[in-house]
């Protein structure tokens, strides 16, 4: 199914609607197969788990994994003025470049992992209002990003990763997140780039202040992420939620990538249904993020970079859960005894 394109907000929340959901008798083939494969029940752990999920995602009792696809999007943040990274907003743009040279991280994982990447700017002459004084987004700027997401998925797309670059985003990402499912700014706020303890202060502040000048407001998942967000988190969200609709699994990233969909799970709890926990980043409110979502990260090593590098990693352990599906004999072909 491919993805409406959303002309307003009351699309927006129609798109969340009647999610699709995964085949039932792709699942129920797939974990019969994994009964029969030559090993004991359940002895690999979460790589099971892993392959009968792509399987009931894909339809597809044997799912494949040739086409990964891996998007980072860009964006700049007028909140970043009130020093909330440790980084000048130029570097937005001066990353982007990198990554279209091929000299990032997210361009040497992606070629490890196998994930065709493509990097997409949103308007980066242009930043999102400052969140602590007014809306990041006009309406029309909202759903813009927003499509700009869902455009970029591929439909023959067999596993999705979004990755992000934005100096100051874990500010809004913070915001996000608290409006969300609540707590002060200060449990939402971590380092980010590496900003010091005055840093993360002003960081606090602007988020407490953007807070109690828009949470009245907040009664969607699209007014929470047009007044608190910022162009990249509304596009990833997008991509997320076209995803969904065309039954596309997603390898989540980290804190960023988790919060631009905190309004859309706060909304519909089984929103990440199609979604995998890369791993679990070094920035402190990630692990409180995928509490709520009730996923279990694949891998912890301490990250904390964006661009999609923790998802970007996790791809050659779904590639191997399905390898394992896929290839291992059954008892029967392999003419070996089962267990009693």
């Known amino acids: 199914m491919h993805m409406i394109r959303i ?15 995964p085949d039932e008798d792709a699942l129920n083939v797939a974990r019969t197969r994994q009964c029969e494969l030559t090993k004991p029940a359940g002895a690999l752990g979460r790589l099971e788990d892993i392959a009968v999920f792509v399987a009931g995602w894909q339809a597809n009792p044997r799912p494949a994994m040739d086409r990964v ?5 860009a964006g700049n943040h007028g909140v970043a003025a009130r020093g909330v990274s440790a980084f000048p ?14 000299g990032a991280a997210i361009n040497a994982l992606s ?40 455009a970029a998925v591929s439909a023959d797309t067999q596993l999705l990763l979004v990755g992000e670059m934005g100096i100051g985003n874990t500010t809004p990402a913070a915001a996000l997140s608290a409006a969300a499912f609540g707590g002060d700014a200060a449990q ?19 988020v407490e202040d953007a807070l109690t000048l828009h949470l009245p407001h907040c009664h ?14 509304a596009a990833m969200a997008g991509a997320i939620l076209a995803a969904r609709r065309m039954r596309i699994p997603v390898l989540l990233d980290g804190f960023i990538a988790c919060a631009s969909i905190a309004p859309l ?51 050659p352990i779904v590639r191997a859960a399905l390898a394992a599906h896929n290839e291992m004999a059954t008892f029967a072909e392999a003419a070996v005894a089962t267990g009693k």
């Open 7 to 21: 002309a307003s907000p009351a699309d927006f929340m129609q798109a969340l609607d009647n999610l699709p959901r």
């Open 69 to 73: 696809q891996a998007v980072v999007f």
């Open 89 to 102: 907003v130029e570097v937005t743009a001066q990353m982007v470049a990198n990554f279209h040279t091929g």
């Open 111 to 150: 070629r490890a992992s196998g994930a065709a990447l493509s990097v997409i700017p949103l308007e980066l002459d242009r930043p999102t209002g400052d969140i602590s004084i007014e809306p990041a987004m006009s309406e029309a700027e909202c759903l813009v990003a927003v499509n700009d997401g869902a």
């Open 188 to 206: 939402w706020c971590g380092k980010g780039s590496g900003v010091d303890s005055d840093g993360i202060a002003r960081k606090i502040a602007a």
């Open 220 to 233: 969607d998942p699209f007014e929470t992420m047009r007044r608190l967000g910022g162009r990249e988190i």
């Open 265 to 315: 799970v706060k909304q519909v709890p089984g929103f990440t249904d199609h979604c995998l926990a890369a791993h679990c980043s070094a920035e402190q409110a990630h692990a409180a993020l995928l509490l709520h979502f009730g996923l279990a990260p694949l891998l912890q090593l301490g990250m904390r970079l964006g661009e999609g590098s923790g998802a970007a990693l996790a791809v």
